[in-house]
């Protein structure tokens, strides 16, 4: 039996009595959390890990992502998501194999050491000949050691259908779906304790058929798989519903059979009061995803309206195309941060935020029963964050320190009882090479676009 102990730490469970303990103990075994509460820990063997000065957190799911995208950052910089989309999608069409395992291990890297213990990824750009990039992502989350639920994402309509990708980065609707069927069979795992589990994915009403939402959503529901795409990102893609569907993009998607509680969706932030309403009833989740929202000018989603109707909203960092940082603990402090913009300094609390990050996400990924809380019998996913340095001293109240306070960086992260972080350093790969390696894959994309 492999069994760890932290103790001396603060600790937010995120439970559903909201328990919290000022300095308290948590006790590993086997990758489950075996016990936790107030005051040192039971004596038993194992490793120790010194929590003083640290508060110990559920490990933060990361709801929305593109990991590709790693590979061009700072790109289009003043663009609308149109705009900046049809700037990237012809350097997205020279994607290999090579870049995608250098942008996909820097990203979770990155995750990792700003407290992620579980991500999905939404990959939709397959262009011809350049390999398995499903597959090399999955490798890149093994070697990082973080839980994964990628989605096999995908595009089938192209500009010259009325589409805005260009007609070479978008498939054939049988390959789609053929590519999909055997991403489940290969991957998806749905154990309790489940590393990795494929959700699947039509990348954005613009870039899709009817036919292909519609398939894609009866093959997912045929394999018990879980269903994610973007949606009412911004008042263009109104406008492009209305002018090729007649209808808005929340009706678009609930006439192809997409509202349930096995589906939830990027971005929401153009939904009037009937749509938030509806995604409560069924039960439709959301990633929030505030910076890059920010970063694109698209406008702050109604989260707290979402939340209370009764929808899960969890976080994402989005592509870190359109958030370079791409750092899910800021996105605490940026979703607490727009939300008050919107509806004032009592909209969202700390411990709120907190809550979205870990387990509102677990609940957007189907997780609730084994992620996204600190509790007995849970996984343990497990964060630990310094709150007695410089970005955070003196602030009494360990949550607002975490979530006002400076964006903090991770001491240990645990996940399934692994250490993935310890003592603030990435264990499992050098955080520099992962660098110099994402730096040679970036220029290596861009010289091959000079060359074109
Ligand atoms: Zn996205």
């Known amino acids: 039996m492999s069994r760890t102990v932290i103790e001396g730490c603060a600790i937010a469970t995120v439970d559903a009595a909201h328990t919290e303990h000022a300095a308290g103990h948590i006790v590993v075994e086997d990758g489950r959390i075996a016990a936790l509460g107030a005051g040192p820990a039971p004596e038993g063997p194992g490793e120790r890990i010194d929590g003083r000065g640290r508060l110990a957190t559920p490990g933060l799911v990361n709801c929305h992502h593109h990991l590709y995208q790693w590979a061009t950052r700072g790109l289009a910089q003043q663009a609308t998501l149109f705009e900046w989309l049809t700037e990237l999608y012809p350097t997205w069409a020279l994607l290999d194999g090579e870049i995608e395992s250098a942008a996909a291990r820097a990203g979770l890297g990155a995750l990792a050491i700003s407290g992620c213990t579980t991500s999905t990824d939404h990959h939709y750009v397959f262009p011809q000949g350049s390999g398995d990039l499903?597959?090399?992502?999955?490798?890149?989350?093994?070697?990082?050691?973080?839980?994964?639920?990628?989605?096999?994402?995908?595009?089938?309509?192209?500009?010259?259908?009325?589409?805005l990708p260009p007609d070479e980065v978008v498939e054939d609707r049988d390959v789609i779906l053929a590519a999909s069927e055997a991403a489940i069979d290969?991957?998806?795992?749905?154990?309790?304790?489940?590393?990795?589990?494929?959700?699947?994915?039509?990348?954005?009403?613009f870039s899709v058929t009817r036919d292909l939402m519609a398939d894609s959503a009866e093959l997912a529901r045929q394999r018990g798989v879980r269903l994610h795409t973007h949606l009412a990102e911004t008042l263009d893609e109104e406008e492009f519903c209305l002018e090729?569907?007649?209808v808005r993009p929340v009706e678009y998607l609930e006439d192809v059979g997409w509202l349930g509680d096995d589906v939830w969706l990027a971005h929401c932030v153009h939904l009037d009061d009937d749509e938030v309403a509806l995604f409560g009833e069924t039960g439709t989740g959301v990633a929030h995803c505030a910076t890059s929202n920010a970063r694109l000018g698209a406008g702050i989603a109604p989260v707290v309206a979402l939340t209370r109707a009764g929808a899960p909203v969890g976080l994402g960092v989005d592509g870190a195309a359109s958030n370079e940082g791409a750092v899910l603990s800021a996105e605490l402090h940026q979703a607490l941060l727009v939300a008050r913009l919107a509806g004032g300094p009592a909209a969202m609390t700390a411990r709120e935020a907190l809550a979205h990050g870990t387990i509102e996400g677990a609940r957007c990924l189907g997780r609730e029963g084994e992620l996204g809380s600190l509790e007995p019998g849970k996984l343990a996913d497990i964060a630990l964050w310094r709150v007695d340095d410089l970005g955070h001293a003196g602030i009494e109240d360990p949550v607002a320190a975490l979530v006002l306070g400076a964006p903090a960086r991770v001491d240990t992260l645990l996940v399934g009882g692994r250490p993935v972080v310890s003592g603030g350093e990435l264990r499992t790969a050098d955080e520099d090479a992962l660098a110099r390696e994402l730096d040679r894959a970036s220029r290596k994309l861009q010289q091959v676009e000079v060359a074109r």
Do not use: K
């Open 244 to 246: 090729l569907f007649g």
């Open 134 to 163: 499903l597959e090399v992502e999955v490798d890149a989350a093994r070697a990082i050691g973080l839980r994964f639920h990628p989605c096999r994402g995908s595009m089938d309509l192209g500009r010259s259908d009325g589409g």
């Open 186 to 205: 290969r991957f998806h795992d749905p154990a309790p304790d489940s590393m990795l589990r494929i959700a699947l994915a039509p990348c954005s009403p």
